[in-house]
T-cell receptor, first 111, second 113 residues
């Protein structure tokens, strides 16, 4: 079956630092890939997505590129803010149209 | 556009009691999912509906969990009897038939004591 392996957390950064959260997937075929974010006390929100190889998803300064050769979808942001503190989930959706999630990475950004 | 609505937000029950959760998806979304999110883990799929039919319930513990989606709109998820290990956040999500983006509700946090 499909699986998503995500970088373990927690991650603590200072404001304006560079962020990378690694994500790799195992799937039959080429799933659509997503990053979801969960702010404290809120539900899961879609942050960005990519539906095919070499696609780059971007939103709110975050980016991730669908790398077929390394089966990866790493999340990056050049300069994080305190307001980016949240839990980030990598997820894949295959032909069954079901989301398979990674374990989540807790990000804390300090002022 | 209204989002996915879930109720209640919080529930505390004793083990062996029963509990039910309700979900109202975004209007027009044919696909509805229930996920279980245990603290510190990613959400795990319990059941997927398309309209009022079950697409996949292979990961639903059917000896104690049941779910239905009457008329292809609202859905309820029931646990009877609850166990301590059922303590988790139960998330409902919906998706349009021909899109890949799923929209999540805020979840119901269940504590079994």
């Amino acid at each position: 079956g499909n699986s998503v392996t995500q970088m373990e957390g927690p991650v603590t950064l200072s404001e304006e630092a560079f962020l990378t959260i690694n994500c790799t997937y195992t799937a039959t075929g080429y799933p659509s890939l997503f990053w979801y974010v969960q702010y404290p006390g809120e539900g899961l929100q879609l942050l960005l997505k990519a539906t095919k190889a070499d696609d780059k998803g971007s939103n709110k300064g975050f980016e991730a590129t669908y790398r077929k050769e390394t089966t990866s979808f790493h999340l990056e942001k050049g300069s994080v803010q305190v307001s980016d503190s949240a839990v980030y989930f990598c997820a894949g959706m295959g032909s069954a149209r079901q989301l398979t999630f990674g374990s989540g990475t807790q990000l804390t950004v300090l002022p | 556009e209204a989002g996915v609505a879930q109720s209640p937000r919080y529930k505390i029950i004793e083990k062996r009691q029963s509990v039910a959760f309700w979900c109202n998806p975004i209007s027009g979304h044919a696909t509805l999912y229930w996920y279980q999110q245990i603290l510190g883990q990613g959400p795990k799929l319990l059941i997927q509906f398309q309209n009022n039919g079950v697409v996949d319930d292979s990961q639903l513990p059917k000896d104690r969990f049941s779910a239905e989606r009457l008329k292809g709109v609202d859905s309820t998820l029931k646990i009877q009897p609850a166990k301590l290990e059922d303590s988790a956040v139960y998330l409902c999500a919906s998706r349009p038939l021909r899109d890949t983006e799923a929209f999540f509700g805020q979840g119901t946090r269940l504590t079994v004591v």
